[in-house]
């Protein structure tokens, strides 16, 4: 079984900065991309920023310059470090992963949510 346990979500003024950590635990062969992907409500998940197991990166538009995702694979943990917060960052945050349980086994994981609030 994988867990993926998010942490680091809180209450920040405009401005302000947060960094969210995201832990792959449990039956691990391989973790590939990891990706934050984030909903608000009456929209739909969006997908925020994705990382490569290389190291690749990708962010959405509206977050680009503010955020940066990065990984240790050693630990098999992806972050979000947010900055120049937005009100319009607000939402619930969510770490996904694809994982390889064992070698030729593949699965998409998702954390619990972690709740972001930017204030105005």
């Known amino acids: 079984q994988v867990q993926l346990v998010e942490s680091g979500g809180g209450l920040v003024e405009a401005g302000g900065s947060l960094r969210l950590s995201c832990a792959a635990s449990g039956s691990i062969f391989r973790v590939n991309k990891m990706d934050w992907y984030r909903q608000s409500p009456g929209k739909q998940r969006e997908l925020v920023s994705t990382t490569t197991r290389g190291g690749s990166t990708d962010y959405v538009e509206s977050v680009k310059g503010r955020f940066t995702i990065s990984r240790d694979n050693a630990k098999n943990t992806v972050y979000l470090q947010m900055n120049s917060l937005k009100p319009e960052d607000t939402a619930v945050y969510y770490c996904?992963?694809?994982?390889?349980?064992?070698?030729?086994?593949?699965?998409?994981?998702w954390g619990q949510g972690t709740q972001v609030t930017v204030s105005s």
């Open positions: 996904h992963a694809e994982v390889q349980p064992r070698a030729g086994m593949f699965g998409d994981y």
